[in-house]
T-cell receptor, first 114, second 115 residues
């Protein structure tokens, strides 16, 4: 199983950058690294994903280590609306067929101070 | 584009009663997932469908939980009989396919309280 390790919680001030780390030392060569976030009383929503290169979109940036054993989600300017639980997930391989089974851990609870 | 639709939004039942949840995925999405999320924990996958076939149901308590996806579109998840520990949010998600590159789209969930 590909597993991820994230800090339980992190704090930031509004309008400051936030770097959310994720360790995934058992990642396989074909696993994409996905990030989702979950706002209170909502289902998780997709943030970003990548394979080897750093990725940018309108929500965030994803920095992937050269050995792919860790990654960092970067929120360039945190807002109060970014307060959520952030999940870093990898494929949990189904032994027989290799299907991508998205497995969530506990994630990192991000607290943003005004 | 319409998102993943789930109903009901909330449900309160007594233990040993039965309950059913409904999910309509995004049009064209072949893969459908049911997750259980207990308060303070991350979502736990219960069952994954590819079209109308089951890809993985290893964490589904099959003595009381059942799920079906007839015609490969919408899906129902049933609990019979419910236990107190089934109190959780039940999330449905869908994706175009089941490869490692696919993005998941989640519904708002059904919050179940078992008294």
């Amino acid at each position: 199983d590909a597993k991820t390790t994230q800090p339980n919680s992190m704090e930031s001030n509004e309008e400051e950058p936030v770097h959310l780390p994720c360790n995934h030392s058992t990642i396989s060569g074909t696993d994409y690294i996905h990030w989702y976030r979950q706002l209170p009383s909502q289902g998780p929503e997709y943030v970003i994903h990548g394979l080897t290169s750093n990725v940018n979109n309108r929500m965030a940036s994803l920095a992937i280590a050269e050995d792919r054993k860790s990654s960092t989600l970067i929120l360039h300017r945190a807002t109060l609306r970014d307060a959520a639980v952030y999940y870093c997930i990898l494929r949990d391989v189904k032994p027989a067929g290799g299907s991508y089974i998205p497995t969530f851990g506990r994630g990192t609870s991000l607290i943003v101070h005004p | 584009e319409a998102g993943v639709a789930q109903s009901p939004r909330y449900k309160i039942i007594e233990k040993r009663q039965s309950v059913a949840f409904w999910c309509n995925p995004i049009s064209g999405h072949a893969t459908l997932y049911w997750y259980q999320q207990i308060l303070g924990q991350g979502p736990k996958l219960l069952i994954q469908f590819q079209n109308n076939g089951v890809v993985d149901d290893s964490q589904l308590p099959k003595d009381r939980f059942s799920a079906e996806r007839l015609k490969g579109v919408d899906s129902t998840l049933k609990i019979q009989p419910a236990k107190l520990e089934d109190s959780a949010v039940y999330l449905c998600a869908s994706s175009l396919g089941a490869t490692t590159n696919e993005k998941l789209f989640f519904g708002s969930g059904t919050q179940l309280s078992v008294l």
